[in-house]
C-alpha cells in the first residue's frame, strides 16, 4: 500500500516527517510512501541519511512549491496557495496515486482540502475528526473534536457510527459502548440538540448507553463519546492543558523539593514515564478525520518521529480493514432505520 506525508505540516517539518516515514518504513515491508513538499530540500535531507536500497526505494518525492503555516486561514490558504504540500497530497489522494493520506500541519487547511478535494463518503453529512483520550479501561473515542463545530442531531448520529467502527477496528474493542456528551447522565438532561440526538442514535443498532459526562472520557465508562465539533475541540484542548499542567507541577515539585522528594521521585520514575506514555499522542500517532472517502489523519504540529511512524501505521491498518467501506454501508443501512436522508 501506498501512503502520503505531508512532509511540510509539523513544527520542525521536515526533519521529523522524514524520520518518522524512514522508522516506519524499516517496520512495516507492505508500506511506500508519497513525501510531498519542497523537493530538493527533501531529496537533500534523505541523502544524508544514507539508507539502504530497500527502504530508499519505498519512498518517492513529489515538489510542492508551497507550505500552509499554522496561522494561515485555511480557506483562503486553500485559494492562494494551490501549490501546497497539503493541497498536492489531496489531489494525489483523489487521483488514487495513493491509499491515505497522513499530515501534521494546519488542521483546518487538512480539512478543508479534504472536504472540497478528495469529497465524502457517499451517504455521509458531514465529517468528523476522532481524537482518542487515555482513559482507566485503556482508550476512549472523542468526535468530534473541531471539523464540523455546528451539528445537527442528524450529523452526531452518523459521527456515533463511524466512532463505534473506529473503536472496533483500530481500537479492537468489540461491540463498543457509545455515548452522548451532554451535562448529566440522566436522560432528560441536555439540550434540544441532545435530546433529538438521543432518539436518533436508539434507532440505530449501537450499543448506545446514554447520555456521557465529561469525566466519563478518562473513567472509560464509554468506548466512545459523542458531540459537536465546538465542544470536542475544547475538550482536546483541556485535556492537554491538565497533561501539560501536571507534568509541569510534578517536574516544579521535584527540582524545588528537598532530598527525599528527589529520591522519591526517582524511586517513582517508572510510574511516572508509564503515564507520559499514556498520555502522549505519540502512541497512537494522530487523530482520523471520518468520513472522507480516502483515510485521512491528522497529527499534532509538536508531533515526534514517533507520532509520525505511528499514525502511518494507524492510516495502514485503516485501509486494510476497509473502513471507510464499512462506513457507506452502516450509513446507508440507518438511513432507512432513522429515517435521514
Do not use: W
Not at 539502504?52 to 486561514?73: C, F, G, Q, W
Not at 518521529?305 to 486494510?320: D, E, G, H, L, S
Request: net charge neutral; aromatic share 4%.
Amino acid at each position: 500500500m501506498k501512503i502520503i506525508l505531508d512532509a511540510m505540516g509539523s513544527d520542525n517539518a521536515p526533519d521529523v516527517e522524514i524520520q518518522g516515514a524512514v522508522d516506519c518504513l524499516k517496520e512495516q515491508n507492505n508500506i511506500s510512501i508519497i513525501l510531498t513538499g519542497k523537493k530538493d530540500l527533501l531529496e537533500k535531507k534523505i541523502e544524508t541519511l544514507k539508507l539502504p536500497l530497500d527502504i530508499k526505494s519505498r519512498i518517492e518525492i513529489i515538489n510542492a512549491s508551497e507550505v500552509i503555516t499554522m496561522s494561515d486561514s485555511p480557506a483562503q490558504a486553500f485559494k492562494q496557495k494551490p501549490d501546497s504540500s497539503i493541497v498536492v497530497s489531496a489531489k494525489l489522494l483523489k487521483e488514487e496515486k495513493a491509499d491515505a493520506l497522513v499530515s501534521a500541519g494546519n488542521t483546518g487547511a487538512v480539512v478543508v482540502t479534504s472536504l472540497l478535494i478528495v469529497g465524502r463518503i457517499p451517504g455521509v453529512l458531514r465529517p468528523a475528526i476522532c481524537s482518542t483520550f487515555p482513559s482507566k479501561k485503556g482508550y476512549t473515542a472523542l468526535l468530534d473534536v473541531g471539523a464540523t463545530v455546528d451539528c445537527k442531531p442528524e450529523h452526531l448520529m452518523q459521527f456515533a457510527i463511524m466512532g463505534s467502527l473506529y473503536a472496533e477496528h483500530i481500537l479492537n474493542i468489540n461491540k463498543p459502548t457509545v455515548g452522548l456528551l451532554s451535562v448529566g447522565e440522566e436522560e432528560e438532561k441536555g439540550n434540544d440538540l441532545s435530546s433529538a440526538t438521543r432518539e436518533l442514535i436508539k434507532k440505530t443498532d449501537l450499543n448506545f448507553k446514554g447520555n456521557a459526562e465529561g469525566r466519563d472520557i478518562v473513567n472509560g465508562n464509554f468506548d466512545v463519546v459523542v458531540c459537536d465539533g465546538f465542544v470536542g475541540n475544547a475538550m482536546l484542548k483541556l485535556g492537554e492543558g491538565i497533561a501539560n499542567f501536571v507534568f509541569v507541577s510534578l517536574k516544579e515539585g521535584v527540582i524545588k523539593g528537598n532530598i527525599f522528594n528527589k529520591i522519591g521521585a526517582f524511586l517513582m520514575k517508572p510510574i511516572f514515564e508509564n503515564f507520559k506514555k499514556r498520555v502522549s499522542y505519540d502512541e497512537y500517532g494522530g487523530a482520523l478525520l471520518l468520513g472522507i472517502k480516502k483515510p485521512v489523519i491528522i497529527t499534532h504540529g509538536s508531533a515526534n518521529p514517533k507520532a509520525i511512524k505511528n499514525a502511518i501505521k494507524v492510516a495502514a491498518k485503516f485501509i486494510t480493514e476497509h473502513i471507510n467501506n464499512e462506513i457507506e454501508e452502516e450509513i446507508n443501512k440507518n438511513k432507512i432505520n432513522t429515517g435521514v436522508n
